[in-house]
């Protein structure tokens, strides 16, 4: 039924949409996939959900794929700013390859360091 109206108007309609949804829409149907995908949608999406100007060109590979990068940056960046704020040396070793010893500045430039033990002391 969606398919039947204009392109530009299922376009439109689109822009609603999230990006699970858009990606989810995309695999229903060859029509939906080639408007779920178009270059234009993905762009007013990634302005929508980020704030970060880009250098004024279109991305190499398409703002789909400097969307879905963009949102996995951004993900990683919360996750580790999380570990990092809830100074929990257990989750700051995951972070450096489980190690015993962690050190680092939080974004105020204090310093927080400290030894975890992951063996019973004799």
Do not use: H
Request: charged share 20%.
């Amino acid at each position: 039924m969606i398919e039947q109206l204009f392109p530009e108007v299922t376009c439109y309609a689109l822009r609603y949409l999230d990006y699970s949804s858009l990606c989810q829409l995309s695999m229903t149907s060859s029509s939906m996939r080639k408007t779920a995908n178009d270059d234009v949608l993905w762009r007013a999406l990634y302005f929508q959900e980020f704030t970060e100007e880009t250098n004024g060109g279109t991305p190499v590979n398409g703002w789909k794929a400097f969307f879905a990068v963009t949102k996995q940056v951004m993900t990683v960046n919360d996750k580790f700013f999380s570990i990092l704020d809830s100074r929990s040396l257990p989750r700051m070793t995951s972070l450096w390859l489980n190690s015993d010893y962690v050190k680092c500045f939080n974004g105020s430039g204090e310093l927080f360091t400290g030894y975890l033990l992951t063996y019973p002391l004799l």
